[in-house]
């Protein structure tokens, strides 16, 4: 009897043995991948039945739609008539991200048991753990998106394989990776040898940069709403049926971040650019003939703005100040090294949105509409300088009120003292 209730010991170091690291990063990658390509098939397929009651084509032509949308989130473009379409849904791309996330720290904490403990690495053991499972998981995931991209391919989208690839192992370097790290517990572990100057740095630079997208996509929200009439109107034009309407809405969505990243472009200063010489910035507007978009009904009107629009390029540096300053003001280090951190940060979060901003445009159309995005090397000029000044004086402002509290401090020591 008492073989039945004492566990063997062959069955307890089974349990032990941790999952093969190939087969859980591999598996984590395909799946990460899967996941927005079935939710995009699922849409295509409603949206080809809700467009002629299935009247034309088959199944098929949907969910070929849905993993051509899945494709051009990673950056691989498509032709339309004849006209190469390269502007990116970063809607679909966010959705990507979310999902290499999530799955990334799965993964990270199921090979948490694989390679060295703590203490060996702190004692200079080499640990090719995260390493091994990020290259697994971008293989995963790289292999969906070429099977995807060659049965979705044909004379009318030519989807482009190599972009798709590019963008999948930037996402993979700046997502899953950061993301199997934490699961794993190795991030905590190589943190602890960052100095503290950087860790705050980085805390910074985070700050400012979410805070100054958010604070764009507010800009951009309010001035959607302000035009939901045109909106409407402009919709209104294609007549659409209440089904088609839903998906022409949720078409649009996917652009919200793009619109959000020609929104904070415009707050810098340099604006963006909505078809060939067209311009859209604080100081001045130059439209020509849009495409029936309801995002553009955001769009202010074309001449010259009022003096007070201009006040706008004010929030940057603001925000940026009011970030840093939040992030440095517990942090015990020297003044020197909040100043560092928080110039240095700021400068990171500008050097950031800059990057995004350039993979917010691209060619959304033939003839002019070829360039549409904003002016990216003004745009990393002037949020480098907002950014980074901004958060220059927001870490000042924390100096400045440590010194000032510090006689405070010294005379109330003193006087318990006493």
Same mark, same amino acid.
């Given at each position: 009897?008492? /073989?039945?209730?004492?566990?063997?010991?062959?069955?307890?170091?089974?349990? !032990?043995?941790?999952?093969?690291?190939?087969?859980?990063?591999?598996?984590?990658?395909? $799946?990460?991948?899967?996941?927005?390509?079935?939710?995009?098939?699922?849409?295509?397929?409603?949206?080809?039945?809700?467009?002629?009651?299935?009247?034309?084509?088959?199944?098929?032509?949907?969910?070929?739609?849905?993993?051509?949308?899945?494709?051009?989130?990673?950056?691989?473009?498509?032709?339309?008539?004849?006209?190469?379409?390269?502007?990116?849904?970063?809607?679909?791309?966010?959705?990507?991200?979310?999902?290499?996330?999530?799955?990334?720290?799965?993964?990270? *904490?199921?090979?948490?048991?694989?390679?060295?403990?703590? *203490?060996?690495? /702190?004692?200079?053991?080499?640990?090719?753990?995260?390493?091994?499972?990020? !290259?697994?998981?971008?293989?995963? &995931?790289?292999?969906?998106?070429?099977?995807?991209?060659? %049965?979705?391919?044909?004379?009318?989208? *030519?989807?482009?394989?190599?972009?798709?690839?590019?963008?999948?192992?930037?996402?993979?370097? %700046?997502?899953?990776?950061?993301?199997?790290?934490?699961?794993?517990?190795?991030?905590?572990?190589?943190?602890?040898?960052?100095?503290?100057?950087?860790?705050?740095?980085?805390?910074?630079?985070?700050?400012?940069?979410? /805070?100054?997208?958010?604070? /764009?996509?507010?800009?951009?929200?309010?001035?959607?709403?302000?035009?939901?009439?045109?909106?409407?109107?402009?919709?209104?034009? $294609?007549?659409?049926?209440?089904?088609?309407?839903? $998906? &022409?809405?949720?078409?649009?969505?996917?652009?919200?971040?793009?619109?959000?990243?020609?929104?904070?472009?415009?707050?810098?200063?340099?604006?963006?650019?909505?078809?060939?010489?067209?311009?859209?910035?604080?100081?001045?507007?130059?439209?020509?003939?849009?495409?029936?978009?309801?995002?553009?009904?955001? %769009?202010?009107?074309?001449?010259?703005?009022?003096?007070?629009?201009?006040?706008?390029?004010?929030?940057?540096? %603001?925000?940026?100040?009011?970030?840093?300053?939040?992030?440095?003001?517990?942090?015990?280090?020297?003044?020197?090294?909040?100043?560092?951190?928080?110039?240095?940060?700021?400068?990171?979060?500008?050097?950031?949105?800059?990057?995004?901003?350039?993979?917010?445009?691209?060619?959304?159309?033939?003839?002019?509409?070829?360039?549409?995005?904003?002016?990216?090397?003004?745009?990393?000029?002037?949020?480098?300088?907002?950014?980074?000044?901004?958060?220059? $004086?927001?870490?000042?402002?924390?100096?400045?009120?440590?010194?000032?509290?510090?006689?405070?401090? *010294?005379?109330?020591?003193?006087?318990?003292?006493?």
């Amino acid at each position: 009897m008492t /073989s039945l209730l004492t566990r063997p010991d062959h069955a307890r170091a089974d349990a !032990a043995r941790p999952r093969p690291l190939v087969l859980i990063a591999t598996l984590g990658g395909v $799946l990460a991948a899967l996941g927005p390509l079935v939710v995009l098939a699922a849409v295509g397929i409603i949206g080809w039945f809700a467009t002629d009651a299935g009247v034309h084509g088959a199944p098929r032509d949907g969910m070929r739609v849905g993993a051509l949308v899945w494709l051009a989130g990673h950056g691989s473009g498509f032709t339309v008539l004849g006209a190469r379409v390269t502007i990116v849904p970063l809607g679909v791309t966010a959705v990507a991200v979310w999902s290499m996330w999530r799955l990334g720290h799965r993964v990270g *904490d199921s090979v948490s048991g694989h390679g060295p403990d703590a *203490d060996r690495i /702190s004692d200079g053991e080499r640990d090719f753990t995260v390493p091994t499972a990020i !290259a697994l998981f971008f293989a995963g &995931y790289a292999v969906v998106a070429v099977v995807v991209a060659s %049965l979705a391919a044909g004379a009318t989208a *030519d989807p482009s394989v190599p972009r798709v690839l590019a963008w999948t192992f930037v996402l993979t370097a %700046l997502v899953a990776a950061p993301a199997i790290a934490v699961g794993s517990g190795r991030a905590a572990i190589w943190a602890a040898f960052t100095p503290p100057t950087v860790r705050a740095g980085a805390a910074v630079a985070g700050a400012v940069l979410s /805070s100054f997208l958010v604070v /764009s996509a507010l800009v951009f929200l309010v001035s959607f709403a302000l035009s939901f009439d045109e909106a409407a109107t402009m919709t209104s034009r $294609l007549h659409p049926s209440p089904s088609e309407a839903g $998906l &022409y809405a949720l078409a649009n969505a996917a652009f919200l971040p793009n619109a959000a990243l020609f929104s904070g472009a415009w707050l810098l200063g340099p604006g963006f650019a909505v078809g060939g010489a067209t311009l859209v910035s604080p100081g001045a507007v130059v439209l020509g003939p849009l495409p029936v978009v309801p995002l553009l009904a955001a %769009l202010p009107a074309a001449g010259t703005p009022a003096g007070w629009v201009g006040a706008a390029m004010v929030l940057p540096p %603001l925000l940026s100040a009011v970030a840093a300053f939040r992030r440095l003001r517990r942090r015990t280090l020297p003044w020197d090294q909040v100043v560092l951190a928080g110039c240095g940060g700021g400068l990171v979060a500008g050097f950031g949105f800059a990057l995004l901003a350039a993979r917010a445009g691209g060619a959304a159309g033939p003839g002019r509409m070829r360039f549409v995005g904003p002016f990216v090397p003004d745009v990393l000029v002037h949020a480098v300088t907002a950014c980074g000044v901004g958060a220059l $004086l927001g870490a000042c402002a924390v100096v400045l009120l440590e010194r000032r509290a510090r006689p405070v401090r *010294d005379t109330t020591a003193a006087t318990t003292e006493d």
